[in-house]
C-alpha cells in the first residue's frame, strides 16, 4: 500500500490563468452533476465553509454555488488529481446542479438524445 | 417530458484554445477516472473509433488513451454539458486509467490521504 499521509495537503497547480477544473460528483449515487473552475480563494472558501464555492469565469467573481437558488453542494471530500491540476468536490447537492432544472448539467448525449433527469422548474426559481 | 432529436448533434463550444476539458467516468460503477482534454480531431475519432482520444497539451499533439499502455477507453457514450463547453465520457476502462498505477487519477485526497486503488506496477507498463 501506498503512504497515508493525512497532515500534509496536496499543493494545487494553479497554472497561469490562476484557476483548476474541479467536477462536482454526487458524493451518494455518482453521479457527475457539473464542472466548473476554481481560484485559491474558491477553494479556500470551501475548506472552510464546506460548501462548494467556484470562480464565474463569466462573472468574473468568487461564486458560492447555490447561493441565489438555495441549491448549495455540502463537499464530503475534495480530491485531486495526479498533476494536481483538477479537483473532485464529492457531494450532497441540494435538488439539482444545473440552472436548466435537471439535477446534472450533462443531460443530453452529443447526439442530443435527453438522458438527464428534471428535478426543478428554472422559471420558479431563477 | 423534453424532446429527443437523436438526430441533431450538439455543436461543442471549443473555446479560444480549441479545446474543451473531458471527464472520463467508469461506465459500470461511475468511479471518476481521469480529466484531460479534447480537440475537435480527437472528438472526431472517438467517435468513430469508439476508443477515447484526447489531446495531450505537454505534448501537443492528438493522444489514443492507451495507445502504448494497452490500457485503453471504450466509450460507450458520450455526454455534453448545458453549456457545451464540457464533455462527459462513459467508458468501459482497461485495467486503470491512471498512469501511477491506480484505476482514477483522483487516489487521494486534498489532505494527502490515500483512497485509490492500486490496479497495475507502473514500473512493468512504461
Do not use: N
Request: glycine share 8%; charged share 30%; aromatic share 8%.
Amino acid at each position: 500500500m501506498s503512504e497515508v499521509d493525512a497532515d500534509a495537503d496536496v499543493t494545487v497547480d494553479f497554472g497561469e490563468d490562476g484557476l483548476v477544473p474541479a467536477i462536482a460528483q454526487d458524493a451518494e449515487d455518482g453521479e457527475v452533476l457539473m464542472l466548473a473552475y476554481v481560484s485559491p480563494e474558491a477553494l479556500e472558501r470551501t475548506r472552510e465553509t464546506g460548501e462548494a464555492h467556484y470562480y464565474s469565469r463569466s462573472r468574473e467573481e468568487l461564486w458560492h454555488k447555490g447561493g441565489s437558488s438555495g441549491h448549495t453542494q455540502t463537499v464530503e471530500e475534495i480530491r485531486v488529481d495526479c498533476d494536481a491540476d483538477t479537483l473532485l468536490y464529492l457531494v450532497d447537492q441540494s435538488v439539482g446542479a444545473c440552472h436548466t432544472g435537471h439535477r446534472s448539467c450533462f443531460h443530453r448525449t452529443i447526439d442530443g438524445e435527453h438522458v438527464g433527469e428534471e428535478v426543478f422548474d428554472p422559471d420558479e426559481v431563477y
